[in-house]
């Protein structure tokens, strides 16, 4: 959208610095100078900074027009001053119609994250319902990323939760399989979701091509929408068989139509009214936004989900949401509506850049009467008790964060706590850790791991940490600026030896200013008596009951926990690898037939020329490779044979 704001800076200057005069006529004249080739199409510009940083993203019918409108900064108002201060550079990219610049400046903005444009966090992918077609006993299952080729796809759900009910609730209901090909195909018995009455066990012929087809059919219909013409055929049946006194075709068909009512009733939102629909809603406080949307589909609710988009105080409800509209529906498919709770800018244009991305008419509508109104107005609650919930916990963590200056002497409260840990066995996968505590709770997209490459001694955790550090510090701009994401306060889960490698390690690599805090749980080991390390002051001892020590705890049990996990997944990766991982031209086709032939990788490690040539699947070619690198002074001799000859 046009005039979108910063975000999480100060409107009156950058990093503490007033702009000057001569600043902003640097600005506007790199703006003049782009303007003598920005021509008049429809299109979208990006506004650079010295560093090569997109400042900001904007889209326009006109870009000369728009563009221009810049350089008269007596008419801009101050945060589009301080942006103009910082341009040096821009780019165009020129688009057929206003409706596709605004969906690639959407696009744009989610990728290249502008620190002038309202923002939409959320990277996540959303989880649908998936129903095969390639096979002659279609499977349903869930799926998240990136669509299968040759499927049926119900949804988005709000989260995982939300799509596995109702995949229970279908199972209950249609009795389709979920397991994969490969386990259909090799079931010689039935499993026991057979037993439990949620599959029909065509793996095993328990019910006909037909039969399963009728099924596949009414799974369909019912996800579509069209559940009360299934559910009316279906009790007819049922009056049917129980007239016949066939009473357990008529106890099937009973329970799967009870199976229809638990999914209708099993969420909050079920208008009548609505069938595929999106329901988003808006509420600001203190500054803040909140935008709650719920997923109906077919005339279920597939669940809800809260956002808070990044954005500056005093900008609009409206505009925050218009925004946040566009990038939502970047990389998913909008429904034919979407019903809100307040007044959308350019409404016919955004409504143009959702049919297209959808490939057909979407409408945005603000209900005024009737159930719809009641929807929106309950979403908006929904909106409203989640942005107080979040408000008051801000509140908590931000007065947690002042403690922790006030204990460690720290120039100015904390933004970015950066806890570090190690885990191995007796040197094994070895691994460090770094998890990020802020304001807003654990940022685990912050995350990072580092696979020691050593070589590490046994025990050696200081130099695991030395190793760590290098890496995490290691990198800095060439104009020797502190970069952005350097950490406000390092905690090292470890006691005064932690403490003296990583300073020293920092000193080496002429990182300064940055406090570092070792803690330690003393020799008794005992949570809730750990001792301090600081460069400043003597060790010391929090109060047992003090809130700063049980954030300093839950700091460090989280770097704890996950440096655990990732040394799990890392020994479990090593205890699955094979030797015949290494052998040029083994891939897991032939791998498998390999392992299948002799048993082990020892077993072909130690198997002869001849033998491997008798291994199914296994060319004269590929066994010489094989036994070649088995045996290199084979091959060694080979050659010398070779050009005696």
């Known amino acids: 959208m046009t005039d979108l704001p910063p975000h999480d800076i100060d409107p009156a200057s950058d990093h503490g610095e007033p702009v000057v005069p001569a600043q902003k006529k640097q600005g506007v004249e790199a703006i003049r100078e782009a303007l003598k080739t920005i021509p008049y199409s429809p299109g979208v510009y990006r506004m650079l900074s010295a560093k090569g940083e997109v400042l900001y993203v904007g889209k326009a019918l006109s870009l000369k027009k728009r563009v221009s409108s810049y350089t008269r900064l007596n008419q801009l108002p101050e945060r589009l001053r301080r942006m103009v201060s910082m341009t040096v550079s821009m780019e165009i990219v020129i688009t057929r119609t206003e409706a596709e610049a605004l969906l690639l400046e959407a696009n744009y903005i989610k990728r290249m994250k502008p620190r002038f444009n309202i923002l939409l966090r959320d990277d996540k992918s959303y989880p649908w319902l998936m129903l095969t077609e390639s096979h002659e006993f279609p499977q349903i299952t869930k799926q998240r990323g990136k669509p299968v080729k040759g499927a049926t796809y119900w949804g988005p759900f709000a989260n995982a939760w939300a799509v596995n009910q109702t995949l229970n609730l279908v199972q209950r209901s249609f009795l389709l399989r979920s397991c994969s090909d490969a386990v259909l195909n090799s079931r010689t018995r039935p499993c026991l979701l057979y037993q439990i009455k949620r599959c029909s066990a065509p793996c095993v012929d328990r019910i006909s091509k037909t039969d399963y087809a009728e099924l596949v059919s009414e799974t369909r219909q019912f996800l579509s929408g069209h559940s009360t013409e299934l559910q009316q055929r279906l009790a007819a049946e049922m009056e049917q068989a129980s007239q016949d006194m066939n009473y357990e075709r008529a106890a099937a068909i009973r329970d799967r139509i009870r199976g229809f009512a638990s999914i209708q009733g099993s969420s909050t939102i079920n208008p009548s009214t609505i069938n595929d629909a999106d329901i988003m809603t808006i509420w600001q406080e203190a500054g803040q936004s909140c935008i709650q949307i719920f997923f109906i589909r077919g005339g279920r609710n597939n669940g809800n ?111 970015r706590i950066e806890t570090y840990d190690n885990s191995h066995i007796m040197g094994q996968a070895p691994y460090g850790v770094m998890v990020v505590g802020g304001p807003e709770g654990f940022n685990k997209r912050a995350y990072r791991k580092y696979s020691i490459k050593g070589p590490v001694t046994p025990g050696d955790d200081f130099g695991m940490m030395r190793e760590v550090m290098e890496r995490r510090f290691g990198r800095r701009p060439e104009n020797g600026e502190r970069p952005e994401d350097w950490p406000d306060l390092l905690l090292i889960d470890g006691g005064l030896g932690q403490f003296n490698a990583v300073r020293a390690v920092l000193a080496d690599m002429g990182v300064t200013g940055i406090p570092i805090v070792a803690i330690a749980k003393g020799p008794d080991r005992d949570a809730g008596r750990e001792w301090f390390f600081t460069e400043t002051k003597p060790p010391f001892q929090l109060p047992p009951r003090d809130p700063v020590l049980y954030y300093l705890q839950r700091l460090r049990d989280e770097a704890h926990r996950f440096a655990i996990t990732t040394h799990r997944a890392g020994r479990s990766k090593g205890l699955r690898s094979s030797e015949l991982d290494d052998v040029p031209g083994i891939g897991a086709a032939r791998k498998k037939a390999l392992l299948n032939h002799f048993g082990s990788a020892k077993s072909v490690r130690q198997a002869s020329l001849e033998e491997l040539e008798n291994a199914p699947g296994i060319s004269s070619g590929t066994a010489t490779a094989i036994y070649g690198h088995f045996h290199p002074e084979w091959v060694q001799k080979a050659s010398v044979d070779d050009r005696s000859h």
Do not use: W
């Not at 959308?344 to 603000?366: F, M, Y």
């Open 305 to 415: 989900r809260a956002f808070y988009p990044a954005h500056l105080e005093e900008e609009s409800a409206a505009d925050v949401l218009s925004a946040f509209m566009i990038q939502f529906y970047d990389n998913k498919p909008p429904p034919p509506t979407i019903l809100v709770n307040c007044e959308i800018p350019e409404l016919k244009l955004v409504e143009e850049a959702l049919s297209i991305r959808r490939g057909q008419k979407v409408e945005i509508l603000r209900p005024q009467r009737g159930e719809k109104k009641d929807v929106v107005e309950h979403a908006a609650l929904n909106a409203r008790e989640a942005l107080e919930r979040k408000l008051a916990e801000n509140t908590g963590q931000r007065k947690l964060l002042e403690g922790v200056a006030e204990v460690f002497g720290l120039p100015q409260t904390p933004q």
